[in-house]
Nanobody, 124 residues
Framework: QVQLVESGGGLVQAGGSLRLSCVAS????????VGWFRQSLEKKREFVAA????????YYADSVKDRFTISRDNDKNVAYLQMNNVRPGNTAVYYC?????????????????WGQGTQVTISS
């Protein structure tokens, strides 16, 4: 079992930065892939970024590539999403998720555990 808790959301002006954190409890966090997804009122839950258990592989949605960076520290049981040059369209609830099998980094249905989400609001 893995429990995930996100933090770091808030209100930021367009062009600014935020760093989201996902703290995991459970002994096996270092063996799970981690993904970040987001959901807004206008859109269904969508993939943002993912990182393999070893950090060797990172994956991004085209819309956030070159602006967002995913990372993790397995010694601290935490994953991060650094968001730079944010835009009003990035407003959403951001969720982190953990996947045991690394079957599909991009598909929400492949993830086994989810956090409760953290609200990110970008003002123009």
């Amino acid at each position: 079992q893995v429990q995930l808790v996100e933090s770091g959301g808030g209100l930021v002006q367009a062009g600014g930065s935020l760093r989201l954190s996902c703290v995991a409890s459970g002994r096996a966090f270092g063996t799970y892939a981690v993904g970040w997804f987001r959901q807004s009122l206008e859109k269904k839950r969508e993939f943002v970024a993912a990182i393999s258990w070893s950090s060797e592989g990172t994956y991004y949605a085209d819309s956030v590539k070159d602006r967002f960076t995913i990372s993790r520290d397995n010694d601290k049981n935490v994953a991060y999403l650094q968001m730079n040059n944010v835009r009003p369209g990035n407003t959403a609830v951001y969720y982190c998720a953990a996947e045991r099998r690394s079957a599909s980094y991009y598909c929400a249905g492949a993830y086994d555990y989810w956090g409760q989400g953290t609200q990110v609001t970008i003002s123009s």
